[in-house]
């Protein structure tokens, strides 16, 4: 039998989390509330979690800040929430490692079926699958990606190591090396979803992963924007046996 999974729900309104918990909880997913920064780190350091629910404004260190730190490391996905008209902070949690946002007030049935579509693209355990690369080494414009760890190496860049978002993009990248994909098709391969048509997701996560792959230089040339088109992995992809 398959283990539920655990949701950590990281809110300073205590009717908020506690509300969220209990409705995760009823539809059969085990969760943990914490009211800051320095509780969720106890939570984190004391368990495993599949996924963090993050709400950016908080006393101490704030939302934003969590999410950059955790998306530094070996973290679980984040769903943020955020106040509707803070836009900035939606795309800002995006290019800094989030995947997936909220506004509030917001259903909880939207924000379960949020988590749902994020588990299914990060399986349990906080692995990503890489499909056919899965175990490999994969190399691409003088990179070399390793799909169990998740850094890429270049003789120019060192090692950076990437978030689940950007792993998720990079390999539906790398699968399909200098074919135009739109940002509809980018949405649904990475995410499961629709993009809305003024949803600027994919721009970010592309702008993100380019800082990480190209970082000293201001002209992209290994993930290239197709006018009216979208964006294409222009390099050759070879695979290590």
Same mark, same amino acid.
Do not use: W
């Given at each position: 039998m398959t283990e539920a999974p655990h949701i950590l729900v990281v809110d300073d309104?205590?009717? *908020?989390?506690?509300?969220?918990?209990?409705?995760?909880?009823?539809?059969?997913?085990?969760?943990?509330?914490?009211? !800051?920064?320095?509780?969720?780190?106890?939570?984190?350091?004391? /368990?495993?979690?599949?996924?963090?629910?993050? !709400?950016?404004?908080?006393?101490?260190? !704030?939302?934003?800040?969590?999410?950059?730190?955790?998306?530094?490391?070996?973290?679980?996905? *984040? *769903?943020?929430?955020?106040?509707? /008209?803070q836009e900035s902070d939606r795309i800002a949690g995006l290019e800094i490692g989030a995947d997936d946002y909220l506004g509030k007030p917001f259903n909880p049935r939207e924000l379960l079926a949020r988590i749902r579509a994020v588990l299914r693209r990060a399986p349990a355990g906080g692995e990503v699958h890489a499909g056919a690369f899965a175990g490999k080494r994969i190399r691409f414009a003088g990179l070399v990606l390793d799909t169990d760890s998740h850094v890429v190496e270049g003789s120019e860049m060192g090692a950076v190591t990437l978030t689940t978002a950007d792993f998720r993009l990079l390999v539906v990248l790398l699968e399909r090396p200098r074919r135009v994909l739109s940002r509809d098709q980018l949405m649904d391969l990475t995410s499961g979803r629709a993009a809305g048509p003024l949803d600027?997701?994919?721009?970010?996560?592309?702008?993100?992963?380019?800082?990480?792959?190209?970082?000293? !230089?201001?002209?992209?040339?290994i993930i290239t924007t197709v006018r009216n088109g979208g964006y294409c992995l222009a390099a050759d992809v070879e695979v290590d046996a």
């Open positions: 309104h205590r009717q *908020i989390r506690e509300s969220v918990t209990r409705y995760l909880q009823k539809n059969g997913m085990r969760a943990t509330a914490a009211r !800051d920064a320095v509780e969720m780190d106890a939570q984190l350091a004391g /368990g495993h979690f599949d996924l963090v629910v993050l !709400d950016v404004m908080m006393p101490g260190e !704030d939302g934003l800040s969590v999410c950059r730190r955790l998306s530094a490391g070996d973290a679980p996905p *984040i *769903i943020l929430l955020t106040a509707l /008209g600027r997701t994919i721009d970010n996560q592309i702008s993100r992963l380019r800082r990480k792959l190209e970082p000293h !230089d201001l002209a992209p040339r």
